[in-house]
């Protein structure tokens, strides 16, 4: 069967995920598969797409978890039931943090990425300022989620030689008392749980309800401890980082509410469904 004879069978509705998983198993560009319309594609490779086709409209599995990748940034990453896919709207805390960078002197300069799941975070904000950070650390309080964020790096190991990168596990913040950090100048990303629970089981699709870590999305009662522990972490530690947090608008002004004598919180960036990427900084 040919690319073209595929593509027009009608059993297949939803041609963008048979499109992909085309170029997937066939190993080429979605730039490259309308001039391969004629290509032959052995029978083997059809039942891997059939299936993985299935898997998606039936098995309601997300299309990253079948392809084991994630486009990120222009990167791929690789995704599995370990982490939270990351979503595209988080690529704006990457360029807040690259404008942040670019108005700095490139001495000195230490990453954290908390909660950093799979690692497209830290990965992305390193890969982009390949030159501007001395040493990194990649905090994970699951194991198993931190070892997903350690083949990430083995992936992209040859383009971070300059960044000596430590991937701890860790509650948040805690592994601080155990380093160094004079003289440094501390830049901190987190994605943390921020979901309500009501907001998560309304509106969320099923394939993610059901595939998804749920913990990842949804995290105690008003879906902000987890960005409080950090804060009191930081203060307990004494240390100053410029923070790069998302979270829902609402939640902004509670947390500035409650911290406003000691963290200033700047709304860098706006996207749909009431979402904000914050900077935020010790006074």
């Known amino acids: 069967m040919k ?13 963008r995920v048979l499109e992909n998983l085309i170029c997937y198993f066939l190993d080429i ?15 083997s490779v059809i039942n891997k797409i059939t ?4 898997d998606f409209v039936v098995q309601k ?7 084991w990748y994630v486009a990120f ?12 896919i990351p979503r595209p709207e988080t690529e704006y805390m990457i360029q807040a943090v690259n404008e942040h960078v670019s108005t700095l002197t490139p001495w000195n300069n230490i990453l954290f990425d908390i909660g950093t799941g799979c690692g497209v975070l830290w990965l992305s904000v390193l890969l982009h300022n390949p030159s501007f950070f001395t040493e990194a650390y990649l905090s994970e309080y699951v194991d198993y989620t931190l070892s997903l964020a350690q083949e990430n790096f083995e992936i992209f190991k040859p383009r971070l030689s300059k960044t000596k990168v430590n991937l701890v596990q ?21 994605n943390l749980p921020y979901i309500p629970e009501n907001t998560f089981d309304q509106n969320v699709w099923e394939n993610v309800k059901n595939r998804e870590p749920k913990p990842a999305f ?16 930081i203060f307990d ?3 100053k980082p410029t923070m790069f947090l998302e979270m829902m608008t609402r939640q902004v002004d509670v947390l500035r509410k409650e911290f406003w004598e000691k963290i200033k919180f700047q709304e860098t960036k706006t996207f749909h469904f009431n979402i904000r990427i914050v900077k935020a900084r010790i006074k």
Do not use: G
């Open 218 to 233: 949804v995290w105690w009662e008003d879906w902000l401890d987890y960005y409080r522990e950090m804060f009191q972490q």
């Open 3 to 15: 690319i073209q004879e595929l593509l027009q069978n009608q059993e297949y509705t939803q041609k």
């Open 237 to 239: 530690f004494w240390i």
């Open 29 to 43: 560009s979605r730039e490259n598969l309308r001039i391969s319309l004629d290509q032959d594609i052995e029978e």
């Open 51 to 54: 299936q993985a086709y299935d």
């Open 170 to 190: 860790s509650n948040l913040l805690n592994f601080v008392k155990d380093i160094s950090l004079s003289d440094s100048n501390l830049i901190l990303v987190a």
């Open 73 to 84: 940034m222009r990167n791929k990453f690789k995704i599995d039931h370990r982490a939270l």
């Open 61 to 67: 599995k997300p299309l990253e978890y079948i392809l």
